[in-house]
Nanobody
Framework: QVQLVESGGGLVQAGDSLRLSCAAS????????MGWFRQAPGKEREFVAA????????YYADSVKGRFTISRDNAKNTVYLQMNGLKPEDTAVYYC?????????????????????WGQGTQVTVSS
């Protein structure tokens, strides 16, 4: 089992920045690729960003490319999502998730069903 706890969400204005954190406990963190997904009211959960177990590769949804950066610190068992230039359409509950480290391509890591463990989510609200 892997337990994931997100933090860092909040209410911000358009153009502001936030950094989300996801702390993992349980099994060896470096055994997992990590992803961030989000879900807005009335919409399906969508892929935001993912990073391979070593941190050597990262992938982004087109809607956040150039604005968001995913990173991880395996010594701290934590994955981060730096969000710059926030827009009202970024408003959603943000979830981190863990997938087996064998998944290393963006094709797989963009799919929610490849992830075994999920956090409870943290709300991000961006006002215009």
């Amino acid at each position: 089992q892997v337990q994931l706890v997100e933090s860092g969400g909040g209410l911000v204005q358009a153009g502001d920045s936030l950094r989300l954190s996801c702390a993992a406990s349980g099994r060896t963190f470096s055994n997992y690729a990590m992803g961030w997904f989000r879900q807005a009211p009335g919409k399906e959960r969508e892929f935001v960003a993912a990073i391979t177990w070593s941190g050597s590769n990262s992938y982004y949804a087109d809607s956040v490319k150039g604005r968001f950066t995913i990173s991880r610190d395996n010594a701290k068992n934590t994955v981060y999502l730096q969000m710059n230039g926030l827009k009202p359409e970024d408003t959603a509950v943000y979830y981190c998730a863990a997938a087996p480290r064998t998944y290393a391509s963006g094709t797989y890591l963009g799919r929610p069903n490849k992830y075994d463990y999920w956090g409870q989510g943290t709300q991000v609200t961006v006002s215009s």
